[in-house]
């Protein structure tokens, strides 16, 4: 059953009615990512999808079969968005431990600050765990993706062993960005960038070497 109707000042943002001519499935996508980012997904509703992508539950039930495929596709489709960013944004850095500096910040944004992961951290605060560990394996295998070229500029580059494994190197690198920002740290302070980059310069890349 759907929440109260939240007070006007309550409501997601930007909630007009999208433009005519937009794909039923994109209009149904645009107002899941509005609703999740707002209530979290413990509290958002189908009926409150539909209301606000303007159509009725029943055409969200012909385009996605429950809440859970629909939060899955809207998941999925901002970590596209992050990936790509990142991607952007190491490609501007030069020096493998600076673009692994650039990726933890990014990720720790991603998933401490992004509307939709904020939202399902207050209303579900296992939600972060599981977003990391046992439901991590999309993000996971994205991120792999996008280092795979970083570690092979950096074999160029003589950063790394040129025989390294590049996929085994991205996974370990990914796994150990994921833990810097799930797991709490005793010998440094993962909320100090500045120690966060030393501990990547002492053990993380020279790792690779």
């Known amino acids: 059953m759907a ?19 937009i794909p039923t499935a ?56 992050f990936i790509d960013e990142m991607s952007l944004r190491t490609s501007r850095i030069t020096g493998l431990s600076d673009q692994i500096e650039e990726i933890v910040r990014l990720t720790r944004s991603f998933v401490l600050d992004n509307p939709l992961n904020a939202a399902m ?24 993706e996008a280092l795979v070229p970083l570690i092979e500029g950096a074999k160029t580059a003589g950063e790394v062993r040129v025989n390294t494994d590049s996929r085994r190197a991205a996974e370990w690198i990914t796994r150990v960005v994921f833990s810097l920002i799930s797991t709490p740290s ?19 890349v020279p790792g690779l070497d």
């Open 121 to 144: 951290t207050r209303s579900d605060p296992e939600s972060l765990t599981r977003a990391l560990t046992s439901d991590g394996a999309v993000l996971l295998a994205m991120s792999i």
């Open 3 to 21: 929440h109260n109707q939240p007070s006007p000042a309550e409501e997601p943002a930007d909630r007009a009615a999208p433009p005519a001519g």
């Open 26 to 81: 994109a209009r149904i996508l645009e107002a899941a990512q509005r609703c999740f980012s707002h209530y979290g997904f413990q509290k958002t509703a189908m009926e409150d999808i539909a209301r606000e992508a303007g159509i009725s539950r029943g055409s969200v039930y012909r385009h996605y079969p429950d809440k859970e495929a629909l939060f899955r596709e809207v998941s999925e489709e901002q970590t596209r968005l």
């Open 186 to 204: 005793i010998t440094f302070d993962r909320d100090d960038p500045a120690q966060v980059a030393a501990f990547i310069r002492e053990f993380l």
